[in-house]
């Protein structure tokens, strides 16, 4: 049999599309699904402008997109000051609104 290219892996969620609502992990970090990361173009950049909401509260932040060693998802950590200011704690559900590639120079 021949290995198929293209997935790795288990099936992934089902996020396709923006906006998306995800649980926040206990290291404060956020899930950005493969599949949305495909559709998005975003699996080559390192950092990326995302604006999240909290109970009626939005704010946008650059993070830098980590990535998982065997799939093609990535997470970002929410920083303190904002987790602060919104209340966010881990288990809490996010909605993320727009996610753009940002393009820092240190990547040459």
Not at 27 to 32: A, G, R
Not at 64 to 85: A, D, G
């Amino acid at each position: 049999m021949g290995k198929t290219i293209g997935r790795v892996g288990v099936r992934g969620l089902d996020i396709e599309s923006l906006p998306y609502k995800i649980r926040v992990y206990l290291n404060n970090q956020v899930l950005i699904p493969a599949r949305l990361v495909r559709r998005l173009g975003i699996g080559d950049y390192r950092y990326a402008r995302i604006t999240l909401k909290y109970k009626g509260r939005t704010e946008t932040i650059v993070a830098k997109l980590l990535r998982t060693r065997n799939t093609f998802s990535r997470q970002f950590t929410i920083p303190k000051n904002v987790r602060e200011k919104l209340d966010i704690e881990p288990g809490s559900e996010v909605e993320i609104l727009a996610i753009e590639p940002v393009y820092m120079a240190e990547e040459r």
